[in-house]
């Protein structure tokens, strides 16, 4: 799979939001579309512009999971990997039917290896014309507290 170059970024939370906008962009060096909720998300993805969508489980009106059902069903919206950022557990999220991430990665994350961790994520699925071929179980990755 090629460079991640461009993360489509749902999270509601304003700090939160910015903190993963600037640990991306600064530190990863990778261009950051930023939403604060599923509805300007999906109005603002583009298959041929994002690289990964990066978003929140737990956000008022449209969840994660419901977003991600909904981007699927976007244009080019099902071969682009997601990876759910969320303080639910891997068993919180056994139970949502219709969804598959690439990974889950644990709030609260650090910040300064949130970039590395999604390009690792990126470079280990498979190249975007395969993606019936994606990985059916998340992979949780467990993140310290950064405060």
Do not use: N
Not at 80 to 106: H, K, M
């Amino acid at each position: 799979m090629g460079e991640l170059r461009h993360v489509l970024l749902v999270e509601d939370e304003p700090d939160l939001r910015e903190l993963v906008r600037l640990a991306l962009s600064a530190v990863g060096r990778i261009d950051v579309t930023a939403c604060a909720d599923g509805q300007t998300a999906l109005e603002t993805f583009d298959a041929a512009r994002h690289d990964l969508v990066l978003l929140d489980v737990m956000m008022p009106g449209m969840d994660g999971p419901e977003t991600l059902r909904r981007l699927r069903g976007l244009p080019g919206g099902a071969a682009v990997p997601a990876v759910f950022l969320t303080a639910r557990t891997r068993t919180d999220l056994d139970g949502v039917d219709g969804v598959a991430a690439a990974a889950v990665i644990a709030k609260p994350f650090d910040p300064l290896t949130l970039a590395a961790e999604l390009h690792a994520i990126y470079q280990a699925l498979p190249p975007r014309d395969r993606a019936d071929d994606a990985p059916s179980e998340p992979i949780l990755t467990e993140r310290r507290s950064w405060s």
